[in-house]
């Protein structure tokens, strides 16, 4: 059973940065998506970053340019790096598994919040 366990996060103010951590335990044999969706209250869940087992990534729009993801396949942990926040990136932000072929694994949710 693979489990995430996600750590980061907090209050900061706008202009500033966090990190975001997420640890896969559990055994991952196939390739593998690694990301991070965020949920704003009142609205829908959506993708902020995501990297492959490969190394290519993908962001939200909305992050381009400010986020950068990466990823430890040794660990089976990937990372979000947060610059130059913004209120609107306030949200809980939940770490992604998905196992090409397999199952997808969600993380218990991190909240952040940006605010002066």
């Known amino acids: 059973q693979v489990q995430l366990v996600q750590s980061g996060g907090g209050l900061v103010q706008p202009g500033g940065s966090l990190r975001l951590s997420c640890a896969a335990s559990?055994?991952?044999?196939?390739?593998?998506?690694m990301g991070w969706y965020r949920q704003a209250p009142g609205k829908q869940r959506e993708l902020v970053a995501g990297?492959?087992?490969?190394?290519?990534?993908n962001y939200g729009r909305s992050v381009k340019g400010r986020f950068t993801i990466s990823s430890d396949n040794a660990k089976n942990s990937v990372y979000l790096q947060m610059t130059n926040l913004k209120v609107e990136d306030t949200a809980v932000y939940y770490c992604?598994?998905?196992?090409?072929?397999?199952?997808?694994?969600w993380g218990q949710g991190t909240q952040v919040t940006v605010s002066s």
């Open positions: 559990g055994s991952i044999f196939s390739g593998y998506v």
């Open positions: 990297i492959t087992s490969s190394g290519i990534t």
């Open positions: 992604l598994l998905e196992v090409i072929g397999g199952n997808d694994y």
